[in-house]
T-cell receptor, first 112, second 115 residues
């Protein structure tokens, strides 16, 4: 049973701070890792994906992957109130198991 | 506009009704999914179709019946639902590929209320 774990939060950060969201996974053979953002009442939208160990930056967002420790994180720099949402981590398996497993999501609140 | 279109966006139905949710993807993908998301709960995978064949059925009650007539269209037929089936139903699509990849893209969802 593949598992993807996220702290449900809420994580509360002040505007302008760095928000750090973490995700751990159980399937050591996982190959693809995704972060989705879901506003209340809306569907999830893809923010970033990462395949290789290390950091991947896209604007204010940085995804960090450590396969040895089986965790992936998302950093949001200069957090804005508009970043307040639930962030979902998703992980694909190995060997053609393309159906991703989603975490429960972390609720982020950025307060002015 | 996500490339995955769901209709209707909102549906209220009685427990004895029969209705259908429709999903269409314009991304050229070969896999389509139905997810259920209830309030305060994580995403629940219901069905997966790959190349129009059902490859996953996560112990979903038979009152939910999926149909995938082609790689661009996916339906979820609903009959004799229960109030606890009220939720956001999300359709998604992806391009199945071995190894790394397979990014899932979601539609905007269909809010279902069973009365």
């Amino acid at each position: 049973q593949k598992e993807v774990e996220q702290n449900s939060g809420p994580l509360s950060v002040p505007e302008g701070a760095i928000a750090s969201l973490n995700c751990t996974y159980s399937d050591r053979g996982s190959q693809s890792f995704f972060w989705y953002r879901q506003y209340s009442g809306k569907s999830p939208e893809l923010i970033m994906f990462i395949y290789s160990n290390g950091d991947k930056e896209d604007g204010r967002f940085t995804a960090q992957l450590n396969k040895a420790s089986q965790y992936v994180s998302l950093l949001i720099r200069d957090s804005q109130p508009s970043d307040s949402a639930t962030y979902l981590c998703a992980v694909n398996g190995e060997g053609g198991s393309y159906i991703p497993t989603f975490g429960r999501g972390t609720s982020l609140i950025v307060h002015p | 506009e996500t490339g995955v279109t769901q209709t209707p966006r909102h549906l209220v139905m009685g427990m004895t009704n029969k209705k259908s949710l429709k999903c269409e993807q314009h991304l050229g993908h070969n896999a389509m999914y139905w997810y259920k998301q209830s309030a305060k709960k994580p995403l629940e995978l219901m069905f997966v179709y790959s190349l129009e064949e059902r490859v996953e059925n996560n112990s979903v009650p038979s009152r939910f019946s999926p149909e995938c007539p082609n790689s661009s269209h996916l339906f979820l037929h609903l009959h004799t639902l229960q109030p606890e089936d009220s939720a956001l139903y999300l359709c998604a699509s992806s391009q199945e590929s071995p190894g790394a990849g397979n990014t899932i893209y979601f539609g905007e969802g269909s809010w279902l209320t069973v009365v």
